[in-house]
């Protein structure tokens, strides 16, 4: 079965700095989809960013952006220029596309808090 | 709608009665998913709808846990015989088809489930 671990349980920055979000996971598959999710105080979870495995290319949207190592089964969140809104709990997640097609397998999270 | 809508947002409930919780799909998303959130934790898979198929209720953790949807729109989940541990906020989401899985759900906010 594949698994997700996120290995920072809490993590603060500087607001307007950068500041990285580890993820791995394991999986026997060669095609599949990862996602980062925010959940605000809000509960809704929010996707911030989705990449493909079979692209090599680092998504990026906005200050958001990916490290994707495909080899070290790993997918860290690299946030910039740090804004007061982006404190949040931040989920990595993993999409099979054979076993469990359809279904999210997620972290535990990382709650990030964003100093003044 | 424009979103995915729960209800309600917040139940408490005492030990041995059922509950009932409502979700209300984006229109037109023929899948829907239940995950739940234990306090602290990531999202643990509960059940997935898709069209008319069959449901994978591969994630429902007991036989007092069961779900419906009505109409390919609406979902019910009911927790017969509510225990302390089903104390949880219970996220539903829901997609446009599975080819555009991959771009991720959309999720409602959840509702925060407390047993007395």
């Known amino acids: 079965a594949q698994t997700v671990t996120q290995s920072q349980p809490e993590m603060s920055v500087q607001e307007a700095e950068t500041v990285t979000l580890s993820c791995t996971y394991d999986?026997?598959?060669?095609?599949?989809?990862l996602f980062w999710y925010k959940q605000p105080p809000s509960r809704q979870m929010i996707l911030v960013i989705r990449q493909e495995a079979y692209k090599q290319q680092n998504a990026t949207e906005n200050r958001f952006s990916v490290n994707f190592q495909k080899a070290a089964k790993s997918f860290s969140l690299k946030i910039s220029d740090s804004q007061l809104g982006d404190a949040a709990m931040y989920f990595c997640a993993y999409m099979g596309l054979l076993q469990g097609a359809q279904k999210l397998v997620f972290g535990q999270g990382t709650r990030l808090t964003i100093n003044p | 709608g424009a979103g995915v809508s729960q209800s309600p947002s917040n139940k408490v409930t005492e030990k041995g009665k059922d509950v009932e919780l409502r979700c209300d799909p984006i229109s037109g998303h023929t899948a829907l998913y239940w995950y739940r959130q234990s306090l602290g934790q990531g999202l643990e898979f509960l059940i997935y709808f898709q069209g008319n198929s069959a449901p994978d209720k591969s994630g429902l953790p007991s036989d007092r846990f069961s779900a419906e949807r009505t109409g390919g729109s609406v979902s019910t989940l009911t927790i017969q015989r509510t225990q302390q541990e089903d104390s949880a906020v219970y996220l539903c989401?829901?997609?446009?088809?599975?080819?555009?899985?991959?771009?991720?759900?959309?999720f409602g906010s959840g509702t925060r489930l407390t047993v007395v």
């Open positions: 999986t026997s598959e060669s095609d599949y989809y």
């Open positions: 989401a829901s997609s446009a088809d599975s080819h555009k899985i991959n771009y991720g759900y959309t």
